[in-house]
């Protein structure tokens, strides 16, 4: 367990939070993961996920599989109750510091190409685009732009780029 801030902490995801966790990813995502995928990724020797708690209470998760120096980032969301209040940066920030230490080279993530606030937070942090993959996410045949952050380029970071063509 972590403490980020006052009454914040971050810790690893445990079965007993999917429960909480289903709640805010049915208000997140237009196809939002089952119970039962959330359950098997924690089951995954690669993935590593994480939930941010306020109070006690979950406000937020993420997750990414850690493989051949390699991070990918397979979900963030804070409940939409809690956003804007930097909650996602420390999300965000922590999966950085993380697999910094486990000495990650790269991190590598998609995102759709209209999630306006999310590209914001990832660019701040470093992360460029190198790439669309064309009708990524198949339930509205949305294009996904591909991202990557790379640990020794870390003092070019923190330009807001313009990212969609
Ligand atoms: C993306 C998400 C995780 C951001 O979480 P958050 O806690 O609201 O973000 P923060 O308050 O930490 O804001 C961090 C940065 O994100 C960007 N941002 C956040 N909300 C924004 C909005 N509504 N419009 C534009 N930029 C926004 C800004 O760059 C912000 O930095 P700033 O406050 O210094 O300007 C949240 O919006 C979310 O859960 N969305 C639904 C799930 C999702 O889309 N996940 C990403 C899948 S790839």
């Not at 810790?11 to 007993?16: D, P």
């Not at 924690?42 to 996920?49: G, H, S, T």
């Not at 922590?94 to 910094?100: K, V």
């Amino acid at each position: 367990m972590e403490e980020v801030n006052n009454g914040v902490s971050i810790r690893f995801m445990k079965k007993g939070d999917i429960e909480e966790i289903m709640l805010i990813e049915q208000c997140s995502f237009p196809a939002p993961w089952s119970a039962k995928a959330f359950l098997s990724e924690l089951q995954n020797k690669f993935a590593r996920y994480f939930v941010l708690l306020e109070q006690g209470k979950v406000v937020g998760y993420a997750g990414m599989w850690l493989f051949a120096r390699e991070s990918h980032i397979t979900t963030i969301a804070i409940h939409p109750n809690y956003r804007n209040q930097g909650y996602g940066r420390m999300l965000m920030n922590f999966l950085i510091d993380y697999s910094r230490e486990e000495g990650v080279d790269t991190m590598i993530l998609e995102v759709r190409i209209s999630n306006i606030p999310a590209i914001k937070l990832y660019s701040s942090l470093g992360f460029k685009k190198i790439g669309i993959r064309k009708n990524y996410y198949l339930e509205t045949h949305e294009d996904a732009i591909v991202m990557l952050r790379k640990f020794n380029e870390e003092n070019c970071r923190g330009e807001d780029e313009k990212v969609a063509d």
